[in-house]
């Protein structure tokens, strides 16, 4: 099965018509990337899957407890007129016998008065051409089921962070022998076995005896009693839910008002009050930092260039100094060298020459030695001078700025406090605002407590009238082993008993048969996906429970709360995958939040090991804070189309549009 578009039209967030292109490029590039910030859609998308597909029998995000008709009712945009209504049309290709079929499936549905009409049509596409298929349309709830069971779409469909349920093995067991029994066709089996339960019992009754008719009868008013009672537990459980639903909406109004009475300011004000302390001391500190600064040799810096000038004269001071005892040593030793000369150089115009040339750079040495000197430093001081201009004057250009900057920064970070804590309310005004909210809190959880114990009830019921079937099933068979005046009827019930053990041996043998393949993908998957590849050794699906066991290398069983929430969520995808995987079924798969709570090892391995592998067309709706930067450039080989999910400001709705998150 390849989904190829699909068309929102005033579905939830999404105002006017809406197209999303979903065919793969190529069998290498599977992924179907769509993008898109919290509250623009994301899943209603994938809600639109199951409802185009699967209509009343849907598992919708939100749906709840709502029935199919007010759920669809609120599927309405907002902004749209409930008489306009909604439509989703989704146009896929699937492979039957080896033969490729195309298919247009449309839901519409608008307010009309006070009922929802609704609308669903089947189109075989023939060369591009629509065909409308009157016998598909009022019959897609059992065609669907031959190609895309429902009890398996949310193995296919799902919500990244909601998925960690899975690992719950006691909770888990029974969606995984839904999914192991739909997906190896047990479920026809099942089906099967119990219509001739249904047949025996009918044949057992037309023919017990009078002398077991009473016990019959009143085991009969007994199962009818609980059927009553389960009837009636039903409907509290729906008068709580509506409740439930009353109180959470007025919940949510009251704690909007309290949002905006500043509510969530006023549950922070003692942490704010810590806050502006610790900013004002830390103030205080770097003040007082500036100011040790400033009390030394930082106001020099205002005198810097002088302070350069200042050793610059030093210098030539210096220099002329030494010039001058230098010429007083000089007049000694030329006047010596001259004499020397003399009585080994015949030539007197060599004597003037070198006479001359000692005079010269006698003369430029008391020349330089006639410098101005006013300031008379001593050397110890030229050298403070100098450390002081090239170590302690630069290192406080530097120091000052940063100081200044920290100054800044927490006199900002304390007037930003100072203002929060202005605008936090007086308690006196949320008062009333906290008092509802406190009692609607209460409410809520007496409600859930109460809906808990309705369920334990019909649970119970539902067990002791299962019970009583079982006791009418032996009366009925006590009965017809001394009553059977129809051998056709007896040869038939017997047959079906057998039939009924013949299926049985079936059942067990087709899960023995293929359960240890699903062990082995879904471990293989959860090591795939594993950062710790030695964690997990061995996986166990419990042959009566369907519970999921993990055991270490030694042996020792690994209890699904020494997991790590990321773990845990991984140990789901690894059962998706898996299963689906087991199923051998060419089917979508489709991801809500697919990284939200995993690390940056455990969200590489999913991007490296699942989403290219996880299906031959894979589609993620990614928040902008999941796949993006790296994690997007090592998706890139495998993504075949993009679009992005806004907020248009023309109509108040999400449109889609080409391309990804910058």
Request: net charge negative.
């Amino acid at each position: 099965m390849i989904f190829e578009e699909i068309i929102l039209e005033n579905f939830a967030t999404f105002k006017g018509e809406n197209s999303i292109n979903l065919l793969p490029s190529s069998p290498n590039k599977p992924i179907i990337l769509i993008g898109g910030e919290n509250g623009c859609g994301k899943t209603s998308i994938l809600d639109s899957f199951q409802l185009v597909l699967f209509g009343p029998a849907a598992n919708c995000s939100n749906r709840g407890k709502l029935s199919y008709d007010t759920y669809l009712e609120r599927c309405i945009n907002r902004d749209t007129l409930a008489d306009e209504g909604s439509r989703i049309k989704l146009t896929f290709q699937y492979f039957s016998s080896g033969v490729q079929k195309r298919y247009s499936i449309e839901r519409k549905w608008f307010k009309k008065g006070t009922k929802v009409e609704k609308q669903f049509s089947v189109y075989e596409l023939t060369n591009d051409e629509p065909k409308y298929s009157a016998a598909l349309s009022d019959n897609w709830s059992d065609y669907v089921e031959s190609f895309f069971p429902t009890q398996v779409a949310h193995f296919f469909f799902f919500d990244g962070e909601k998925i960690e349920a899975l690992a719950d093995f006691e909770k888990s067991g029974h969606l995984i022998h839904a999914a192991i029994h739909s997906l190896l066709g047990l479920n026809l089996v099942d089906q099967l076995d119990a219509d001739l339960v249904t047949l025996e019992k009918r044949k057992h009754k037309d023919n017990y005896s009078e002398v077991n008719q009473g016990t019959i009868e009143s085991l009969e008013v007994q199962i009818q009693n609980f059927a009553t009672r389960i009837d009636e537990l039903k409907i509290e459980d729906s008068q709580l839910n509506n409740q439930y639903d009353l109180l959470h909406n007025r919940l949510e109004v009251v704690d909007m008002e309290f949002r905006q009475l500043g509510g969530e300011l006023f549950e922070t004000r003692f942490e704010l009050e810590k806050q502006l302390q610790q900013q004002r001391e830390e103030l205080v500190k770097q003040e007082d930092s500036l100011r040790e600064i400033a009390s030394g040799t930082a106001p020099l810096l205002l005198v810097k260039h002088l302070l350069r000038d200042l050793f610059k004269q030093s210098q030539v001071e210096e220099n002329a100094n030494r010039e001058q005892l230098l010429c007083e040593v000089l007049d000694v030793r030329d006047q010596e060298l001259i004499n020397r000369l003399s009585g080994h150089v015949a030539e007197e115009f060599i004597l003037k020459d070198i006479s001359s040339y000692l005079k010269e750079d006698r003369d430029d040495r008391r020349e330089a030695s006639h410098a101005e000197k006013y300031l008379g430093l001593d050397s110890d001081s030229q050298r403070d001078l100098d450390f002081l201009l090239e170590n302690e004057l630069p290192t406080l250009e530097k120091d000052i700025p940063v100081a200044i900057d920290k100054i800044t920064k927490f006199r900002e970070e304390v007037e930003t406090s100072e203002l929060s804590l202005g605008s936090i309310p007086d308690e006196s005004k949320l008062s009333a605002v906290i008092t509802e909210r406190t009692n609607l809190q209460g409410d809520i959880a007496k409600c859930a407590t109460s809906l808990r114990v309705v369920n334990e009830e019909r649970e119970r019921a539902q067990r002791q009238q299962e019970q009583k079937n079982a006791e009418l099933k032996r009366e009925l068979t006590r009965a017809a082993h001394t009553c059977f005046e129809q051998k056709d009827t007896q040869r038939l019930v017997q047959y079906a008993s057998k039939v009924r053990g013949t299926l049985e041996s079936f059942r067990a043998k087709v899960i023995e048969k293929h359960i240890g393949r699903i062990e082995s993908l879904v471990l293989d998957s959860f090591k795939n996906l594993l950062r710790k590849q030695s964690l997990i050794e061995q996986l166990k699906i419990d042959r009566e429970n369907y519970q999921v066991k993990l055991y270490t290398i030694n042996g020792h069983e690994v209890l699904p709360e020494r997991l790590s929430a990321a773990e845990r969520q991984l140990l789901a995808t690894a059962l998706l995958w898996g299963i689906c995987q087991a199923a051998g079924k060419p089917l979508p798969t489709i991801i809500d939040t697919p990284m939200g709570r995993l690390d940056t090892s455990h969200r590489t391995n999913l991007i490296e090991n699942y989403f290219p592998k996880a299906s031959h067309q894979v589609l993620l709706l990614s928040t902008n804070e999941e796949i993006v930067g790296k994690y997007y450039d090592k998706l890139i080989p495998y993504i075949s189309q993009t679009c992005l999910l806004s907020n248009n400001e023309s109509n108040g709705g999400t449109t889609v549009n080409k391309g990804y998150f910058n």
